[in-house]
Protein backbone atom coordinates (compact mmCIF):
# COMPACT_ATOMS: atom_id res chain seq x y z
CA UNK A 1 0.00 0.00 0.00
CA UNK A 2 1.72 3.60 -0.93
CA UNK A 3 0.63 6.64 1.04
CA UNK A 4 -1.30 9.29 -0.11
CA UNK A 5 0.18 12.26 -1.80
CA UNK A 6 0.04 14.55 1.02
CA UNK A 7 1.22 12.27 3.57
CA UNK A 8 4.42 11.92 1.43
CA UNK A 9 4.90 15.35 0.98
CA UNK A 10 4.17 15.72 4.98
CA UNK A 11 6.62 13.13 5.59
CA UNK A 12 9.03 14.66 3.23
CA UNK A 13 8.51 18.43 4.75
CA UNK A 14 9.56 17.00 8.08
CA UNK A 15 12.16 15.24 7.44
CA UNK A 16 13.63 18.83 5.35
CA UNK A 17 12.35 20.60 8.95
CA UNK A 18 14.58 18.36 11.49
CA UNK A 19 17.46 18.32 9.09
CA UNK A 20 17.83 22.06 9.08
CA UNK A 21 16.94 22.24 12.29
CA UNK A 22 19.86 20.38 13.33
CA UNK A 23 22.02 21.32 11.17
CA UNK A 24 21.25 24.98 12.19
CA UNK A 25 21.40 24.57 16.22
CA UNK A 26 25.23 22.64 15.27
CA UNK A 27 26.17 25.92 13.13
CA UNK A 28 24.67 28.82 15.00
CA UNK A 29 26.65 27.29 18.26
CA UNK A 30 29.66 27.24 16.24
CA UNK A 31 29.23 30.98 14.86
CA UNK A 32 28.33 31.73 18.54
CA UNK A 33 31.36 30.49 20.02
CA UNK A 34 33.30 31.88 17.40
CA UNK A 35 31.77 35.63 17.82
CA UNK A 36 32.32 35.40 21.47
CA UNK A 37 36.14 34.84 20.89
CA UNK A 38 36.27 38.53 19.70
CA UNK A 39 33.54 40.04 21.24
CA UNK A 40 32.50 38.95 25.21
CA UNK A 41 28.94 40.56 23.72
CA UNK A 42 27.76 39.64 20.64
CA UNK A 43 24.29 41.08 19.40
CA UNK A 44 21.58 39.17 19.57
CA UNK A 45 20.14 40.72 15.98
CA UNK A 46 23.46 39.26 14.96
CA UNK A 47 22.90 35.35 15.74
CA UNK A 48 19.50 35.57 15.06
CA UNK A 49 19.99 36.99 11.89
CA UNK A 50 22.57 34.20 10.90
CA UNK A 51 20.19 31.22 12.25
CA UNK A 52 17.64 32.44 10.21
CA UNK A 53 19.59 32.63 7.31
CA UNK A 54 21.17 29.20 7.92
CA UNK A 55 18.38 27.31 8.40
CA UNK A 56 16.86 28.78 5.00
CA UNK A 57 19.93 28.25 2.97
CA UNK A 58 20.20 24.14 4.71
CA UNK A 59 16.55 24.09 3.25
CA UNK A 60 17.39 25.09 0.07
CA UNK A 61 20.43 23.54 -0.24
CA UNK A 62 18.36 20.25 0.79
CA UNK A 63 15.87 20.25 -1.88
CA UNK A 64 18.18 21.25 -4.41
CA UNK A 65 20.39 18.47 -3.40
CA UNK A 66 17.33 15.84 -3.67
CA UNK A 67 16.44 17.47 -7.34
CA UNK A 68 20.08 16.78 -8.61
CA UNK A 69 20.18 13.03 -7.12
CA UNK A 70 16.60 12.42 -8.52
CA UNK A 71 17.80 13.95 -11.88
CA UNK A 72 21.06 11.80 -12.07
CA UNK A 73 19.61 8.67 -11.03
CA UNK A 74 16.97 8.90 -13.48
CA UNK A 75 19.63 9.48 -15.93
CA UNK A 76 21.95 6.87 -14.77
CA UNK A 77 19.00 4.11 -15.13
CA UNK A 78 18.39 3.75 -10.77
CA UNK A 79 14.77 5.11 -11.06
CA UNK A 80 12.64 2.75 -13.23
CA UNK A 81 8.75 2.96 -13.28
CA UNK A 82 6.99 0.19 -11.90
CA UNK A 83 5.91 -2.74 -14.85
CA UNK A 84 2.56 -2.72 -16.05
CA UNK A 85 1.34 0.44 -15.42
CA UNK A 86 2.06 0.49 -12.04
CA UNK A 87 2.61 4.01 -10.66
CA UNK A 88 5.04 3.17 -8.51
CA UNK A 89 8.60 4.10 -8.83
CA UNK A 90 11.43 1.29 -8.79
CA UNK A 91 14.70 2.55 -7.22
CA UNK A 92 18.16 0.56 -6.94
CA UNK A 93 19.20 -0.49 -3.87
CA UNK A 94 22.95 0.89 -4.97
CA UNK A 95 21.32 4.45 -6.20
CA UNK A 96 24.30 6.86 -5.22
CA UNK A 97 22.48 9.19 -2.96
CA UNK A 98 19.49 6.71 -2.52
CA UNK A 99 18.27 8.91 0.68
CA UNK A 100 17.77 12.23 -1.40
CA UNK A 101 16.07 10.38 -4.65
CA UNK A 102 13.41 9.18 -2.37
CA UNK A 103 13.20 12.66 -0.15
CA UNK A 104 12.85 14.02 -3.51
CA UNK A 105 9.82 11.72 -4.53
CA UNK A 106 8.58 12.39 -1.38
CA UNK A 107 8.27 16.40 -1.46
CA UNK A 108 7.30 15.92 -5.16
CA UNK A 109 4.71 13.35 -5.68
CA UNK A 110 4.38 14.22 -9.47
CA UNK A 111 7.71 12.93 -10.06
CA UNK A 112 6.08 9.60 -10.23
CA UNK A 113 4.29 10.54 -13.32
CA UNK A 114 7.63 12.37 -15.10
Known amino acids: MTPSRPAMVFRGLC ?5 AFVTNQILTTIFTY ?4 LDSA ?7 LFSCVTCGMVTLWLQADARR ?13 GGEGRQ ?3 IADDCPKRWLVI ?5 NPAAIQA
Open 15 to 19: KVVAI
Open 34 to 37: FVQQ
Open 103 to 107: LHIEL
Open 69 to 81: AFGFAREKGFVKQ
Open 42 to 48: PPHQAVW
Open 88 to 90: DLQ
